[in-house]
């Protein structure tokens, strides 16, 4: 693994998406939901767990997580990145699980030498917070596959992430799984608490806000995705913080002209959420 990496710093990379897709590993955006879904066995941990065994076996994943958010863009870059329960009000067992996979510096620096137009900085201090582990802990429960996380720089617009995200294609071709964690309809202030446990239950807004995003990735169609903010209202009430959302469009840069798009754990969720997730490639 560090052999193969350290030969990327001398490569001159670039974000063409030409070439034999077989050779490309697959992209995934993830709706991680609540917490929970790290213990309880329910349909999403089995999509994410049959996803998993689908994937050709990846060298590391490098994952664009909601729950890290800093000023520059920042990648983990230590061996043994700690499990991070950045979450409240949830029962103990969930706090006593630890997902201990190992971290990639190697990774950490050729993130940080494939991205030409942003500087990239190495962070020792983080770690795998809950939109990473909770979801790669389904995937790869041995804990055997190297995870870094690559922050979302709060001061980008949409444009430039979407932009940023494109320079990271070249690692596909290194057998790393590029993976963002977040939920593309996401507005936990009007969450029905009533109807958490009430399959498929959604508001208006959010069915016609969840259908239109699908709309527009099935598509290939990524500008109104990209311009989310300026969608209307049920795009508004959908996105109300950018976080969420924004780690799709890391998965969407991604995708080259010639590859296939799937749905999976594609289902609404307490009325103002979505689970969906992207497969591309």
């Known amino acids: 693994m560090a052999k193969l990496l350290s030969k990327m710093q001398d490569e001159r990379l670039n974000t063409r998406d030409d070439g034999d897709p077989s050779e490309r590993m697959p992209v995934l955006f993830v709706g991680h939901g609540s917490p929970m879904n790290a213990i309880e066995e329910n349909e999403f941990a089995a999509g994410w767990r049959d996803m998993g065994r689908s994937l050709p076996r990846p060298s590391a994943i490098l994952c664009v997580s909601a729950h890290w958010q800093s000023k520059g863009t920042k990648v983990t870059a230590m061996q043994k990145p700690e499990t991070i329960h950045d979450f409240g009000g ?58 870094v996380e690559l922050s979302l720089d709060y001061q980008l617009s949409p444009q430039q992430h979407y932009d940023l995200a494109r320079e990271l294609a070249p690692l596909r071709r290194k057998g790393i799984l590029i993976m963002g964690s977040g939920n593309m309809v996401h507005n936990l202030g009007l969450v029905s608490w009533e109807h958490l446990n009430t399959p498929g239950y959604a508001y208006d807004w959010a069915m016609e806000a969840g259908e239109a995003m699908k709309s527009h990735i099935m598509s290939g169609d990524h500008s109104p995705l990209i311009n989310y903010s300026s969608q209307g209202r049920a795009f ?33 969720l307490a009325g103002s959420m979505t689970m969906t997730s992207v497969k591309i490639g």
């Open 90 to 147: 949830f029962p103990r067992e969930l706090y006593e699980v630890q997902y201990p996979a190992p971290g990639s510096p190697e990774l950490a620096k050729a993130t940080k030498e494939t991205v030409r137009e942003r500087v990239i900085e190495l962070d020792r201090s983080w770690g795998l917070d809950h939109g990473a582990w909770i979801v790669i802990r389904r995937m790869y429960p041995d804990a055997d596959v190297p995870v």
């Open 236 to 268: 508004r009430l959908a996105v109300p913080t950018p976080e969420h959302f924004l780690p799709l469009l890391y998965a969407l840069a991604l995708k080259g002209s010639d590859e296939p798009v799937e749905l999976f754990n594609d289902r609404p």
